[in-house]
Structures are given as C-alpha cells and as structure tokens.
C-alpha cells in the first residue's frame, strides 16, 4: 500500500541519513533511490568524477557500514 511504501521510504532515508554525503550520493545513483535512474558503476564514476574502482569501494563500504560492520 501506499502507506507502507512511504514508512519504507522513511526507513531508507533513515539509513542513508547515517552515511557520508558522498556515500549517499553513490548508493542513491547505483540503486535508483530518490526517482534516480539505477546507473552502472561506470555512468556513476563520471558523474561524481572518480573511477569505477573507487564506486565500488565507496559501495562496499557504504553497505558495510548499513550492515553495522
């Protein structure tokens, strides 16, 4: 329902709220969060100015720290 998919989206934003503004960032693009397109780790890397290894570092540890590791 409509109310579940917003209190979901509370919860997501509650999340991303605890990562840095460049984590966040990347996480948002990579997976389509906020009516972002869902982009390649290539199509990210452009936009923020870094390389593709460097998105998936920032992934990494942007998931890590959601996971509390």
Known sequence: T???NQE???QVHHLLSTLSPHE???LK???GIDN???LSRN???K???VREE???RIRTRALDALRGE
Do not use: K, N, R, T
Request: hydrophobic share 45%; proline share 4%.
């Open 2 to 4: 409509q109310m579940e």
């Open 8 to 10: 979901l989206q509370q």
């Open 24 to 26: 966040q960032e990347v």
């Open 29 to 31: 693009l990579l997976y």
């Open 36 to 38: 972002y397109p869902v």
């Open 43 to 45: 199509e990210v890397a």
């Open 47 to 49: 936009i923020i100015g």
């Open 54 to 56: 460097q998105v998936s």
